[in-house]
């Protein structure tokens, strides 16, 4: 006789933290809960949130203020917030062993620091849940009936359960496992999927003088964006300097590189006016220029060179006083501002956004989704935690709250549907 696949009450697929949160909230009120997690072990990216310290949520304890940091899509947290909130979810981790301490913008953090403590935490959760983890068990899709969701394919059978939890989080960086697995299933059994955000957004700079350049437009330039000081990005092409930061085709293209960048640690630029002149060139083609207007103070032949307000904000930038007489300029201050036309230097506070945030988009449509319960309007046994779901999400503990906060009512749905 054929080996009868095991039977859960809920099956949660991806074990990140929405995951998690899923599978020990439906495992702590009595569900038989199975957890299927294609990586040999659970929740890769939760490990790496926050550069290891894990910004585990925001402490915005005022449900209108923080729903409002989710823009427009966030009025459809009021209902789950309403069940599980910022103050529980700090009493949540508190209670369990993990004290948490606000910093700045009201990041909230572990007290020591450690996202590895936050994970602990969690695996502490669903094993005391008896939760039956099952790694390096990719599941390929769903079959369904009725809408009603029968089984889960796995690689090599099946799972059966009677509710399911999809938790496989979204596309961003697919080394952690979030390889978007879930939206391609979802696609075929008929839901919308808004395909991740391209995000085209401008580009905020720390920079005092970006007030001055405004307006200014360029052609044929290169970017070339670095993270600590090391080259990770470069384009050419068109951009514009706005009153907060850059904009233009070339900067909103980089926008989603930079995003993601940003997560890394400080991002500069450096933007090259000449990208088809090597420094020596570029050194020849001042020294030539200089050479005609020797009489001149340097501030006045700059527009011979590139946009005046630019120049200008060039030569200070290379330490260069406006009024200085070419004939008394030095070598060394001719190629330090050589070297600003081939790299001027500005350093990014942010893409502009929701709180200048880093926003990542996509994901199933909200408007398929049953906020009180988590559950899908098509298949009235399935349910999604996390990432998977269409949110706009700044950064600052908000995606992770999101999580917590959308597993936690799925897991308790679940386990009661
Ligand atoms: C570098 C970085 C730093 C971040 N820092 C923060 C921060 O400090 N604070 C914050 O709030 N947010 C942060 N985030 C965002 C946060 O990590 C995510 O919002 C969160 O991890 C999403 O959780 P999730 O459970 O929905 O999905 P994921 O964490 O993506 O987990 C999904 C899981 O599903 C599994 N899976 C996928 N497909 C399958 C399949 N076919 N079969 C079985 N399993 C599958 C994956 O392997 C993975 O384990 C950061 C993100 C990154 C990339």
Redesign the pocket.
């Known amino acids: 006789m054929p080996k009868q696949p095991l039977s859960f009450d809920v099956a949660v697929?991806?074990?990140?933290?929405?995951?998690m949160m899923a599978a020990g909230r439906a495992a702590e009120l009595g569900a038989k809960v199975v957890l299927?997690?294609?990586?040999s072990s659970?929740?890769?990216?939760?490990l790496?949130?926050?550069g290891g310290r894990?910004?585990i949520f925001n402490a915005e304890y005022d449900t209108h203020r923080l729903v409002e940091m989710y823009g427009k899509k966030g009025k459809a947290l009021f209902s789950v917030f309403s069940q599980f909130d910022v103050t529980a979810t700090q009493e949540f981790f508190e209670s369990r062993g993990l004290p948490i301490k606000v910093e700045a913008e009201r990041r909230a953090f572990p007290v020591s620091d450690s996202a590895e403590d936050v994970w602990k935490t969690m695996l502490r959760y669903i094993q005391a849940g008896n939760v039956t983890v099952q790694t390096e068990?990719?599941?390929?899709g769903f079959e369904a009936e009725d809408g009603v969701i029968t089984k889960a394919l796995l690689k090599n059978g099946e799972m059966l359960a009677k509710r399911f939890i999809l938790?496989?989080?979204?596309k961003?960086?697919p080394e952690?496992?979030?390889?978007g697995?879930?939206f391609a299933w979802m696609k075929t059994l008929g839901h919308h999927v808004i395909e991740p955000d391209p995000a085209l957004v401008p580009i905020v700079l720390r920079d005092i003088w970006r007030k001055s350049l405004a307006g200014i437009s360029l052609k044929g330039v290169k970017l070339t964006a670095m993270v600590d000081g090391k080259k990770r990005a470069g384009s050419t092409g068109k951009m514009l300097f706005t009153h907060i930061g850059l904009s233009g085709p070339l900067v909103l293209n980089m926008s989603k590189t930079i995003g993601t960048l940003l997560?890394e640690g400080t991002v500069t630029l450096a933007l090259d006016l000449f990208p088809s002149l090597d420094l020596g060139a570029m050194d020849r083609k001042l020294l030539e220029i200089f050479e005609r207007g020797k009489n001149k103070m340097i501030k006045n032949i700059v527009g011979e060179i590139t946009q005046p307000r630019l120049g200008l904000v060039l030569l200070s930038l290379a330490g260069i006083e406006g009024g200085t007489p070419l004939r008394q300029l030095t070598r060394d201050q001719r190629l330090a501002f050589a070297r600003m036309l081939k790299g001027m230097p500005m350093t990014v506070a942010g893409l502009l956004g929701a709180d200048k945030a880093i926003v990542t988009g996509g994901g199933v449509d909200l408007k398929e989704v049953e906020f009180k319960t988590m559950r899908s309007k098509l298949y009235r046994n399935l349910y999604f935690?996390?990432?998977?779901l269409d949110f706009d999400?700044p950064s600052g503990?908000?995606?992770?709250?999101?999580?917590w906060t959308t597993g936690y009512v799925a897991g308790s749905s679940a386990a009661g549907g």
Do not use: F, M, W
Not at 42 to 46: D, E, F, M, N
Not at 137 to 140: D, F, L, R, T
Not at 167 to 170: D, F, L, P, R
């Open positions: 697929i991806g074990g990140g933290p929405a995951g299927l997690e294609k990586n659970l929740g890769k990216k939760l790496i949130t926050g894990c910004n068990k990719p599941v390929i938790a496989t989080g979204g961003s960086h952690t496992g979030s390889t697995d879930g997560k935690a996390g990432d998977i999400r503990g908000y995606s992770l709250q999101i999580c």
